[in-house]
């Protein structure tokens, strides 16, 4: 639904294969190889984390490392900026919340 | 402690230029990026480069980052990946951090192109899920396929909000609007009109007062400001976007130079802090240089010219080139950077009012605030005439660097004159054979042809199209005018899409003749 099928100055966005993925329990789809923050965002997910002072829904904005707004909790480590961090088979990816994950 | 004869930092367009350079001359060249892949934001870049042929005009920045790392490998130049500089000390100590491990690296010389950062603006709402910066929706849409959002608003009307806009349409996502505070457009009015004339609207003098939302955008309010950019109350405007894009400028990532002590400044046109360099970038600590934006921004193309020459300069300094031959090159590269940095938008000029082109003609007062020129304005300039049968007609209405229409035309149509800014004229008994290369090779897209009266009432319009889907052959829509409106019903006669357009395909509609010379945009029906 997000992702662009064909581009009409790039052509068909060149893709690694099908992987599947949690995203707080839940199982998604993504590439593989494509950043984690891009699965999320091609299956609607919009918040990656939550302040640890005054708890407000932080997403992308950079997406290119610099910011570390986007940072959530990886295969239960913390703080992984998610944007450039590629996505593989299986991930356990968590939102974070403070510097715990969702939940925890 | 791996010592070096030079080590760049960033492997953007101006450390592989530099690299280039070096390694092409014997020199241990090494160059570290912290990122996955090198480029820089090139590969982001997917419309035609303005400049000449020697800058690589009218090729899309990819391809251009292309060519640069197929000359890198070539001339053995080894790129570190996923390699953070953090710190660069007295006696050019590098410090590289990779994945959890820290190394330190000495270079006889140091070329710090470590590029640019986007800036933000502030205002309630501005932490919200769905507010990105352009270079966000670049990254997101240009690299990796995303879609950024279904309905986007976007603040900033430089080049960047301008081409990125574009580019959002480009994806399939709708623009709601383009917003700046400033009273006029900063970036090329030929950007800005290729935005315009697919409808959407430009709101000069505004700035965004309120993103909307619990967890993310949902919508935006924004109001026009005064002369002191203060919201002016009673003025707001609410959109219903999801997403909202932030191009409000870049800021040099000078912070290594400013680490290793050599000399700085606060430069707010070259964009803030940075390095004071003689004219080929070497700072006050000999053998340490910058290239590209980190020196001043401006774009690509000057960043590989500036790359090139702080490569050639390490060359000399470190006895692989002698003076002679560094003078030569460096007065070619020299040319090269300063062609680029004539006409209007040259750094020299900002902050600038510019009233008239270098022809003398009133600059279009519409074209800086609603981004389109009006039917009447745009008559006014040379590369709008009216001829029998088919011709080019070029709303190309500001001195910018860029000659590829000159070149495109195989019947010497076109001519800009002997400066690179001027504005292009229709030679003199030229034969227009309609062919269209010039309409493609116009990275403004601001060339169309028109054959004003095809004696059955209606005229034809060829105009520069990249989005999908293409509209079929005699299929029937709308003609829409240069700030996108509705004016007339029009015919799809010919898409034709050739290798040498490369991706901009050349759409031809029929219109009534008296719409001729105001349809400039096609809406399927």
Redesign the interface.
Known sequence: M???E?????GE?Q?GREVTFTFDGKEMKGCEG??IA?AL??NGV???RYTKKEH???????????CT?CVMVVNGKLNVRT??T?LEEGMVVQTQDGVTAKGA | MKRYEVIIVGAGPSGLSAAIEAAKRGIKTIVFD???KPGGQLFKQ?HKFFGSKKHHAKI?G?KIGEELLKEADEAGVEVVLNATVIGLYADKEVVVRRGDEVSHYKGDTVIVATGA??NMVTFPGW???????A??AQ????L????PGKKILMLGSGNVGLVVSFQLL???CEVAALVDAAPKIGGYGVHASKVARTGVPFYLSHTITKAHGE??VTGVTISKVDEHFSPIEGTEKYFDVDTICMAVGLSPMSQLLKMSGCQMEDNPKKGGQVPITDEYGETSVPGLFAAGDVSGIEEASSAMIEGRMAGVCVAEYLGYCTEEEKEQILAELKEDLESLRQGMFAPANRGKEITETEEGIAVSKNLLQHGFLTEKEVEKYPGVVHKVGVHPVMECTQNIPCNPCQDACPRGCITIGENITYLPIVADGSKCSGCGMCVASCSGQAIFLVDEDCGDGSATVTVPY???P?PEEGSKGFGLSRNGEKLCEATVVSVKSVAAYD?T?LLTMRVPKEYAMAARFFKAG
């Open positions: 997000n992702r662009i064909e581009h009409p100055i790039l966005p893709k494509e950043p891009m965002k091609a919009m918040i990656h407000k829904p932080r997403g992308i904005f950079c997406a290119i490392g610099r707004d944007c450039i590629p | 912290e990122n996955e997917i899309r990819f950062a986007e932490t919200l899920p769905g507010v990105i910066g270079g966000a990254t997101m849409m240009n990796h396929g995303i879609k480009q994806a399939g967890d993310h990249e989005f999908f293409i991706h395909n």
